[in-house]
């Protein structure tokens, strides 16, 4: 009993210090990749790059705890983190308190889910999400996650379009417009770094290494410049009247935010008093200013992108300040600074005494040294249930690639997996992760081959990651102020390309051409609705059930003739005669409400076709199961057949239908004579009977018989 509540208990069966060294020396190894990736993701799901490591202390320790996999690696990954932003972008502003808050509430409810599912031991809901579904996305994911930190790779900033192909065209635009070659140069140098140690010796940590290269290229070059400026430092008056416009369409908002949440409150009330005037007066107000918001956030983004393009140069007053002026200026000054200077502007007024101004790359600058205080997350029942349908999503995705992850690793080591014990350790995880700051965490295939490569023995490697990434928190987080953006960019692209798998799609056709055209619908359509991920997986899920469906309604329904190994095969696949007399019907599947008139189709169609026809057996071992309209649909069919003057009879029923067919009494009433336990006996039987006073003379039934080639036996 404790070791099903506690399953780490397991560990310490026949551990000693040599397991312990091993755990200590895998725990570190992945906590050196974990760092610089758990931030990358961060940035990845719209977060600020600290919460990364704020989802890699705990996670990883309580799921290594409570679930299966002893070598599984738990914490944030691209996939989840790009859920995690799509989830999220509707309802507040990437980095924003509102945005963090919602994450952190989201861990907690894909955690709920997750727990719960293990807990009832539903484990098999992910089958929802079918192989060809989960290639389609993931392929779809890779090239989305790869293409959306292109702007940190050039030093661009754009908005986010509504579509993220149009985002993407944006971002092309402003680095055609300009690209900060330094920043590029880092991302590259990082990039290199990284492939080039994995080639030559997989054991050295290349993103550790990439990372610690570039933080000091970065420290040492005067990477990052910015500076704060009044706005009587710019000389350019074109931009001088971009930006406050700019500041006189923002602070509108604030207003309307304010009549927009007094008109809701007098829509409650009217609906609340039934009051239908007052209601739809509501109702057009805020149809107005939703429309005003379009125009502002419109408005806003021109004149957004205008200032994020205006290039400075910098120069150099005698008494040591900056002024700016257009870099197209004639005029050469020989006291410029020979920077390209630029006006960060994100969503909120530009603060005109305090501008800033950049001449370098993007870092990740300051994070808060020391751990996030433990507190449970405000829950707002309204935003819980609109982050409900995404946490479902995120559960079962983030669980498939977990599960995957185990499985594979449990092949090499010989363990046992429990998938319901590994829903209750990863949604444990993430509930508890959520009380430590933590946004949703999954299983890393990247961590968990480096956990085990390193020798891992139990889940106390994941203990010492979890403790690593705390000591990196109260202690080294200064070390990591240099960090280039770029650098984070290229530790993600580089994560990614594993995901690429094109020989998925080749695989799904081979098998099923329908599984090969589900694959490539889901990545076309995850990529077209990008940033809207749900509506990808949603079209892959309704198309697999919608072919489940056809399938099971269109089962397979084939007549059968003697084959040259005496078995009894398809006489359409394999180009067999068929007997004149009887026909062997094999039925592929359960006989339920949605299929059985495709059944009597089949079978009347015989009727009409075969004139000499004398006797009908279905071959019922592909049967599974009969529900009372398949056993109605049954009866009626032996009536019809009967009453056109040819015998039916049934053969290889199974315990299962033949319970059916007993307490239905349709037994009695098709004949227990007429119920053969295999087929070949229904053949030895019905065949004689049949071909009394016949004029066939091989029948296909007793000899192989091909169409157009007899070839006798």
Not at 129 to 138: A, D, M, R
Not at 271 to 291: M, P, T
Not at 623 to 632: C, L, N, V
Request: proline share 4%.
């Amino acid at each position: 009993m404790l070791t099903r509540i506690f399953p780490f208990l397991l560990w310490f069966k026949n551990y000693n210090s040599e397991s312990l060294r091993n755990d200590a020396i895998s725990g570190l190894t992945v906590a050196l990749v974990l760092i610089p990736q758990s931030m990358a993701y961060a940035q990845l799901a719209g977060l600020p790059p600290y919460y990364g490591l704020y989802a890699s202390f705990l996670p990883p320790i309580v799921a290594a705890l409570f679930g299966s996999s002893r070598q599984l690696a738990t914490g944030p990954v691209a996939v989840v983190s790009l859920m995690t932003s799509a989830s999220l972008a509707p309802l507040a502003t990437a980095g924003t308190p509102e945005y963090i808050g919602y994450a952190i509430v989201l861990a907690l409810t894909v955690g709920i889910f997750q727990f719960s599912l293990g807990l009832f031991r539903l484990g098999v809901v992910v089958n929802f999400l079918s192989h060809p579904v989960i290639n389609g996305f993931t392929n779809a994911a890779a090239i989305i996650i790869a293409s959306s930190q292109l702007s940190k790779m050039f030093g661009v900033h754009v908005d986010s379009a509504e579509h993220h192909y149009e985002t993407i065209f944006r971002v092309c635009k402003a680095a055609f417009h300009y690209t900060h070659f330094p920043t590029l140069f880092m991302g590259i140098l990082a990039f290199g770094i990284m492939y080039g140690l994995r080639k030559i010796s997989p054991k050295i940590p290349n993103v550790l290494v990439a990372v610690a290269v570039t933080i000091i290229i970065s420290k040492f070059s005067g990477f990052e410049h910015n500076i704060k400026v009044n706005i009587s430092a710019i000389k350019t008056p074109e931009t001088l009247k971009v930006i406050n416009e700019y500041n006189e369409i923002i602070s509108l908002i604030p207003s309307l935010n304010k009549e927009y949440a007094l008109n809701t409150k007098h829509l409650e009330e009217a609906k609340r008093k039934k009051d239908k005037i007052a209601e739809l007066d509501a109702s057009h107000q805020l149809a107005v200013l939703d429309i005003k918001f379009e125009k502002i956030k419109h408005k806003a983004e021109i004149y957004r992108d205008e200032i994020r393009n205006t290039l400075l140069i910098g120069i150099r007053n005698s008494n040591g300040s900056l002024e700016f002026l257009s870099k197209n200026t004639d005029i050469k000054y020989k006291n410029s600074d020979g920077k390209i200077w630029r006006i960060k502007a994100g969503r909120g007024i530009l603060k005109t005494d305090e501008l800033t101004m950049t001449g370098g790359g993007d870092v990740v600058g300051n994070i808060p040294k020391g751990l996030p205080a433990l507190t449970l997350p405000h829950i707002n029942l309204k935003i819980f249930l609109q982050l409900f349908p995404y946490a479902v999503i995120i559960s079962l995705l983030g669980f498939m690639e977990a599960i995957s992850i185990a499985k594979s690793m449990a092949a090499k080591t010989g363990q046992r997996l429990d998938p319901n014990r590994e829903l209750i350790g990863q949604g444990l995880a993430n509930i508890i992760g959520s009380i430590g700051k933590s946004y949703p965490a999954s299983g890393s295939f990247s961590r968990s081959a480096v956990n085990l490569q390193s020798g891992a023995v139990s889940g106390f490697s994941s203990v010492f990651t979890g403790f690593a990434v705390i000591v990196m928190l109260i202690f080294f987080t200064p070390l990591l102020y240099n960090l280039p953006q770029s650098v984070l960019a290229a530790v993600i692209m580089i994560a990614v390309m594993g995901l690429i798998n094109v020989s998925g799609f080749i695989h799904a056709w081979r098998a099923q051409w329908y599984d090969g055209a589900i694959s490539i619908i889901t990545f076309l359509s995850t990529l077209v609705f990008a940033p809207h991920l749900d509506k990808g997986i949603m079209v892959g899920v309704a198309l697999s059930l919608g072919m489940f469906l056809y399938k099971s309604m269109r089962p397979n329904v084939v007549s059968l003739s003697r084959h040259e190994d005496d078995a009894y095969k398809s006489s359409l696949a394999h180009q067999l005669e068929e007997c004149m007399y009887v026909d062997l019907v094999r039925f592929d599947g359960t006989l339920f409400f949605a299929n059985t008139s495709y059944l009597e189709d089949k079978i009347n169609e015989r009727l009409m076709n075969k004139k000499e026809l004398r006797h009908i057996v279905i071959a019922a071992n592909g049967i599974s199961d009969i529900d009372a309209s398949g056993e109605e649909a049954l009866t009626l069919l032996i009536n019809r057949v009967r009453s056109a003057g040819v015998d039916i009879s049934l053969s290889g029923v199974n315990e299962k239908v033949m319970e059916v067919l007993k307490r239905t009494h349709l037994l009695e009433h098709i004949g227990a004579d007429h119920i053969y336990p295999t087929l070949e006996r229904a053949v030895c039987t019905v065949q004689e009977q049949a071909h009394i006073n016949g004029k066939e003379k091989d029948c296909p039934l007793m000899t192989v018989c091909r169409i157009m080639n007899y070839e006798n036996k």
